[in-house]
């Protein structure tokens, strides 16, 4: 159980182009909703933290008009990157939490991530 | 501010023991978690600590003392498929949000 799918897996686009990316969790309902960067050799940058139906609550530093996110239902949030420049390119995983599970903290399920590549 | 450390790489051998160590300082702590990356992959979860100690888990084991800023991860009768990046990640502020703040990881290299 806590499956975690995005979409696309792999996306190619030009420079100047909005490109959407999916995370849905698949089997359970996910209360919020997380957006990580990563760059080739760098950690996982949080970028924001989306809750249904609310707006998300982006990190210091990440443009909320350039990455918009939408958590329309509890089991899907989209990432939008509008505009795509060719340094946005990295790989983009989303996280699910939800809600249940070691009452010690909000197990966080990792989506098999998305590699955009902005030419 | 916020900075997590950890080695970049690590080599060992098939069967052996390795530990990979994580040092911190973050505002605020909620748990320290150990995560497993194989490339192009989302990371696997493999340990949470919160106090201090060792926890165990079949061939891993994973270590805190909060007073120290310090965790490792122990990986034991190492494997092949055991060769991944190993992420440390502190949950940095309290309450559901949960959010984590990674190291930017270990390769760790399993040859035979």
């Known amino acids: 159980g806590a499956v975690v799918s995005q979409h696309p897996s792999r996306v190619i686009c030009k420079s100047g182009t909005s490109v959407k990316i999916e995370c849905r969790s698949l089997?359970?309902?996910?209360?919020?909703m997380f957006w990580y960067r990563q760059f080739p050799k760098q950690s996982l940058m949080l970028m924001a933290t989306s809750n249904e139906g609310s707006k998300a609550t982006y990190e210091q530093g990440v443009e909320k008009d350039k990455f918009l996110i939408n958590h329309a239902s509890l089991t899907l949030s989209t990432l939008t990157v509008t505009s795509a420049h060719p340094e946005d390119s990295s790989f983009y995983i989303c996280?699910?939490?939800?809600?249940?599970?070691?009452?010690?903290?909000?197990?966080?399920?990792f989506g098999p991530g998305t590699r955009l590549t902005v030419l | 501010g916020q900075n997590i450390d950890q080695p970049t790489e690590m080599t060992a051998t098939e069967g052996a023991i390795v530990q990979i160590n994580c040092t911190y300082q973050t505002s605020g702590f909620n748990g320290l978690f150990w995560y497993q990356q194989h490339a192009g992959e989302a990371p696997t979860f493999l340990s949470y600590?919160?106090?201090?100690g060792l926890e165990e888990k079949g061939r891993f084991s994973s270590f805190l003392s909060r007073s120290k800023g310090y965790s490792y991860l122990l990986l034991k009768e190492l494997q092949m498929k055991d060769s991944a990046s190993y992420l440390c990640?502190?949950?940095?502020?309290?309450?559901?949000?949960?959010?984590?703040?990674f190291g930017k990881g270990t390769k760790l290299s399993v040859k035979p």
């Open positions: 996280s699910a939490t939800p809600g249940f599970g070691d009452f010690r903290y909000n197990e966080q399920f």
């Open positions: 089997d359970f309902q996910a209360t919020t």
């Open positions: 600590n919160v106090l201090d």
């Open positions: 990640a502190v949950m940095g502020r309290e309450g559901s949000q949960g959010n984590l703040i």
